[in-house]
């Protein structure tokens, strides 16, 4: 097989998470949201292979900064959901997406 061959099979897909990790924390940085001491502890337990699945779908290691994205990203609202709910219905009743 050639070296090229060889480099394109090791090579894996891009991530298909909703938000890249980055955005999603700085999105929170910018809504103040990480400003301030880190003064409270969240505890809980979870099965391996959940935290396995999202450390992959992230790229963080660190259960830490994990949960600090996991409330991150719950604790900002999703702009398609709240674009949807706001437009629902505009197209009106008689208009028809068949071409």
């Known amino acids: 097989m050639s070296k090229m061959g060889q480099t394109a099979r090791r090579r894996r897909a891009p991530s298909t998470s909703i938000a890249p990790a980055n955005v999603v924390l700085e999105e929170a940085r910018r809504a103040g949201l990480l400003d301030g001491d880190r003064t409270e502890h969240l505890s ?3 099965t391996q292979a959940l935290i396995k699945a999202a450390q992959r779908a992230t790229g963080v290691s660190s259960p830490t ?3 600090i994205l996991a409330l991150a990203m719950l604790a900002q609202p999703d702009p398609v959901a709240a674009f949807l709910k ?3 219905g505009a197209l009106g009743e008689s208009h028809s997406l068949d071409v």
């Open 86 to 88: 706001r437009t629902r």
């Open 65 to 67: 900064e994990l949960g």
């Open 44 to 46: 809980f337990r979870a």
